[in-house]
């Protein structure tokens, strides 16, 4: 046997996201691109804001090393990063030492688990989840503890107060939320906030708030965004730049610690933070695209295309009857299955339209929508879906 009975556990239970992009793949391979819908993943089609791209001419002119830094990265950079924080209103006083370049969002939700957890801690995930978060909370030691939230997709602020113990050590908060859609307002977080600092208190230890935000940009109807990690002072925020820029192939984001965290020791902190970085095998994050972030923090990009796309889709949603709770941001839908979860899934694969299960994101009877592709997959999707709510129960 060459592979870990672990990861062979976690190989054949895997990312049902991946395995659906795999057969597309191979369905457009069999019946030609313009046949096949594929909305299984996340990957932005559209070109990088204007300004990214001149500052990745002017990083390239400019002749910055592509050498190692700091591992928690150019000093300049982060502070940039901080001074970018501090001007949109995320926190108040935070500071370039308060800041980790990471390998991308995935890169920093690593970096702070393994910087956190003792083995047998607990992180509370709230359903329906990102599918790594259970990955990567195993990497370091941890155990998932899969807390519900509303039939809305809304926080549940009992279930979670329920399902805290005395090993809890952090809870991961998405907003907006992938698959869902919806995005936890300033009453509810701060409710959260309110019940973690009470049940911190009576455990002893502080439970952290790790914050997921690579899709704060991507909001429709005029809804403003409220960080999780800004409410709670015990946070840290996870963020990358590869769903607002569309360069999700770059892999480049950074761990914001926020600056009212309560510790006596906060060079122990940081320095933990950063030298995780290092243990974990990304040493630091891309040097060269360091440099073009610093340059491109005011770059602003146009949602009105998923905007329209989202409003297609729901359309054609609603026409067929299908159920669903309407998304405040990201580029996802999460409705109800009109039949088993199974039937629609296979129905709709036959039917050359790839969407991923629920029960992938710890939702049985869902599946996910991703209008991050073309304005062909998504018209050929609305065809496909409208006909697919007319499937009939075997």
């Known amino acids: 046997m060459v592979v870990s009975e672990k990861v062979q556990e976690f190989f054949y239970g895997g990312s049902a996201i991946?395995?659906?992009?795999?057969?597309?793949?191979?369905?457009?391979?069999?019946?030609?691109?313009?046949?096949?819908?594929?909305?299984?993943?996340?990957?932005?089609?559209?070109?990088?804001?204007?300004?990214f791209t001149?500052?990745?001419?002017?990083?390239?002119?400019?002749?910055?090393?592509?050498?190692?830094?700091?591992n928690a990265g150019y000093p300049d950079v982060r502070e940039r990063v901080a001074g970018y924080l501090n001007r949109h209103g995320y926190f108040d006083g935070i500071a370039g030492r308060h800041v980790v370049m990471t390998t991308g969002a995935a890169g920093a939700l690593n970096v702070v688990l393994k910087t956190i957890l003792d083995n047998g801690d607990s992180?509370?995930?709230?359903?329906?989840?990102f599918v790594e978060y259970r990955f990567y909370i195993d990497n370091h030691g941890g155990r998932m503890v899969l807390v519900d939230t509303r039939d809305d997709?809304?926080?549940?602020?009992?279930?979670?107060?329920?399902?805290?113990?005395?090993?809890?050590?952090?809870?991961?908060?998405?907003?907006?939320?992938?698959?869902?859609?919806?995005?936890?307002?300033?009453?509810s977080?701060?409710?959260?906030?309110?019940?973690?600092?009470?049940?911190?208190?009576?455990?002893?230890?502080?439970?952290?708030l790790?914050?997921?935000?690579?899709?704060?940009?991507?909001?429709?109807?005029?809804?403003?965004?409220?960080?999780?990690?800004?409410?709670?002072?015990?946070?840290?925020?996870?963020y990358s730049w590869s769903k607002a820029f569309s360069i999700s192939g770059e892999r480049i984001g950074y761990v914001a610690v926020n600056p009212a965290l309560e510790t006596d020791d906060w060079p122990l902190l940081t320095g933990a933070l950063a030298m995780c970085n290092r243990f974990l095998g990304f040493v630091n994050a891309p040097a060269f695209m360091q440099h073009v972030i610093g340059l491109a923090l005011d770059a602003k990009i146009d949602t009105g295309h998923y905007a329209d796309k989202k409003a297609r889709l729901c359309a054609a949603l609603d026409e067929a009857g299908y159920d669903y709770a309407k998304p405040e941001g990201t580029f996802y839908l999460f409705p109800k299955t009109p039949v088993p979860e199974a039937e629609?899934?296979?129905?709709?694969?036959?039917?050359?339209?790839?969407?991923?299960?629920?029960?992938?994101?710890?939702?049985?009877?869902?599946?996910?929508?991703?209008?991050?592709?073309?304005?062909?997959?998504?018209?050929?999707?609305?065809?496909?879906?409208?006909?697919?709510?007319?499937?009939?129960?075997?």
């Open 123 to 129: 992180v509370i995930v709230l359903s329906p989840y």
């Open 153 to 187: 997709f809304l926080l549940d602020i009992e279930a979670i107060n329920k399902a805290i113990s005395g090993r809890t050590r952090a809870v991961i908060i998405n907003s907006p939320n992938n698959p869902s859609g919806r995005m936890y307002d300033r009453a």
């Open 54 to 70: 001149e500052a990745l001419r002017r990083a390239a002119e400019n002749g910055f090393p592509h050498a190692y830094m700091p």
């Open 210 to 238: 790790v914050s997921d935000e690579p899709y704060r940009e991507i909001l429709f109807d005029d809804h403003r965004f409220v960080s999780p990690a800004s409410v709670y002072p015990n946070s840290f925020m996870c």
């Open 18 to 51: 991946r395995t659906m992009f795999e057969e597309g793949l191979r369905l457009k391979a069999l019946h030609g691109a313009d046949k096949v819908a594929d909305l299984s993943i996340g990957n932005p089609a559209f070109s990088p804001p204007p300004a």
């Open 344 to 394: 629609f899934i296979e129905a709709a694969k036959q039917a050359l339209l790839l969407v991923v299960p629920g029960s992938a994101f710890g939702r049985a009877g869902h599946f996910r929508i991703s209008f991050a592709g073309s304005d062909r997959e998504v018209d050929l999707a609305c065809e496909k879906l409208k006909e697919l709510a007319l499937v009939p129960v075997r």
């Open 189 to 208: 977080l701060e409710a959260l906030a309110a019940m973690l600092s009470e049940k911190s208190r009576r455990i002893g230890r502080p439970i952290f």
